[in-house]
């Protein structure tokens, strides 16, 4: 038996998993971390823990499973996008890594608009400039930290810093790379006339790969310290979002998945390159060679769910307890009973502002329609189709491009929910699947470790391999109906507030 490797280095943890050619998924550890918040609004992580966390969960999986180091072919990296790992002469971290959620860099994103129009951002890395991604970050450095980047010989992304531990190349995937804003999406490889206009040096970046390449192997005595071959490929691999999409098998035209956790993304692949007009979906290349694909979705998801559980809920939390049953449970058993459009109140998913498909930092939550008659129940269930129309919201973006999804696959904790479920067949008009398993990006880094090692021939046929689908719902034209007039006001309600939500930010 031939074995794959996938590991995800993720914000709060990195998690490794052994796979075998059928797909099944016969070990797996796990490294938790905390992320460092020096000041407010910013999160930065020593990226030497990310190696310490990739070599132990490695010796684990090898020391528990038996399996023979021979028999691993491949392993796939997975990672947390746009981080900055800026390293020395000497491969050491010049500082620790600026991460993902990090918006030290607002004010550097304003420079990068007025060197560029947004229309050539849009044109160029298909995306604006955004404080979240690397670009800024390294601007922020150079400005803020002149001596510190003065030291600066490579830039890598967090998972391309742990390819460099186990092979010693310096290398990216253009998945990945799309989230520096450093890169010629359309034609997937680094912009010259970005790098000359923000005066970065070309030299810094790493090699560019399609995530199923293969970039080495790994190095002897990393082999020896966790039990692997040195023959053993590591393939260029994705960021997270695109190996999640490989690990629900979402790798063809019309095919989407809905991630359903604290904050919620609506992923859909296409084949050929398109261009969202206003930047109101993130585009990305993805992991299946010369595809990309599209982000978007409410920040506040899950997390609206769990501010209102927290805040207005102990009593279902105690009664859950009591019962031996989670709060989600208990919280499916009570939307069922509630109407569509939860008798005539809607709330708007927006604790943090957003950021797809409405690009407002000041935008906030609110329940509207209040009456006596509503109950617990019903302002769950209004949270939960909340979150559902901001995530139509990014599809009806795409129909305007003639992208129409026809297979929705849903992953993360809200998965489990058949209310969800049944709410975004309605609102995208397909059915909704669920996928076994829940190793997620692990699992699509696995599937690029297959590839790369030539244990598969292509993506698509190692997802058709290891990805299979279960508890299906079917899309009711009845219900659709219904909840497309309730969207319609979701929608004329973003617009009649926009402008009171920013009077109030300056009271």
Not at 351 to 380: C, I, K, N, W
Request: charged share 20%; with cysteine.
């Amino acid at each position: 038996m031939n074995y794959v490797i996938g590991v995800d280095l993720g914000t709060s943890a990195t998690k490794t998993i052994l796979v075998n050619e059928k797909g099944r998924t016969v070990c797996s550890a796990e490294y938790s971390y905390t992320m460092d918040t020096p000041q407010n609004g910013w999160a930065e992580q020593d990226p030497r823990i990310w190696r310490k966390a990739v070599l132990e969960t490695l010796k684990e999986v090898m020391q528990r499973s038996g399996v023979n180091r021979d028999s691993v072919l491949g392993l796939g990296l997975s990672g947390q996008m746009h981080g900055s790992v800026v390293l020395d002469e000497n491969d050491e971290p010049v500082r620790k890594a600026i991460l993902w959620c990090d918006q030290r860099s607002v004010r550097q994103t304003q420079e990068m608009l007025r060197l560029i129009s947004f229309e050539q951002w849009l044109e160029i890395t298909a995306n604006p400039p955004l404080a979240a991604w690397t670009a800024a970050k390294l601007l922020w450095i150079r400005e803020n930290e002149p001596q510190n980047y003065s030291r600066i010989r490579h830039v890598l992304l967090p998972k391309d810093y742990i390819r460099l531990v186990l092979t010693g190349e310096y290398a990216t995937d253009v998945s990945d790379a799309t989230g520096m804003q450093l890169l010629d999406v359309k034609n997937r490889r680094w912009s010259d006339e970005v790098l000359r206009v923000l005066q970065i040096d070309r030299s810094l970046l790493g090699t560019l790969y399609e995530s199923a390449e293969a970039t080495g192997t790994v190095r002897r005595s990393i082999a020896e310290e966790c039990g692997l071959s040195d023959k053993t490929i590591v393939a260029a691999g994705g960021s997270d979002n695109a190996c999640a999409a490989l690990g629900t098998g979402v790798v063809n035209e019309g095919q989407a998945f809905v991630t359903l956790g604290t904050s919620s993304v609506v992923y859909t692949h296409f084949q050929e390159y398109i261009q969202i007009p206003g930047g109101g979906l993130h585009v990305c290349c993805c992991a299946v060679p010369g595809c990309w694909h599209s982000m978007g979705g409410p920040m506040s998801a899950g997390m609206s769910i769990e501010w209102f559980k927290n805040n207005f809920c102990q009593d279902l939390m105690q009664k859950a307890k009591e019962r031996g049953e989670s709060f989600y449970e208990q919280l499916t058993e009570m939307v069922e009973h509630v109407p569509i459009g939860s008798d005539r109140l809607i709330y708007l998913p927006f604790l943090m502002g957003e950021r797809t498909p409405h690009m407002d930092p000041l935008y906030r939550g609110a329940f509207l329609g209040l009456s006596e008659v509503h109950t617990q129940a019903h302002m769950l269930r209004s949270i939960m189709e909340g979150i559902s129309f901001s995530l139509a919201d990014c599809n009806d973006l795409l129909k305007k491009q003639n992208i129409k999804v026809t297979s929705l696959r849903v992953t993360g904790g809200g998965s489990r929910s058949i209310a969800y479920r049944k709410m975004l067949a309605a609102l995208f008009r397909c059915d909704v699947h669920e996928v076994e398993g829940r190793e997620g990006a692990a699992y699509g880094a696995a599937i690029l470790g297959g590839v790369a090692s030539k244990l598969f021939s292509s993506v698509q046929e190692a997802c058709m391999a290891f990805v299979r689908e279960k508890n299906t719902v079917t899309y009711s034209k009845k219900e659709a109906d219904i909840y497309d007039r309730f969207h319609q006001v979701y929608d004329h309600m973003y617009d009649a507030l926009k402008d009171s939500f920013h009077e109030l930010a300056q009271l």
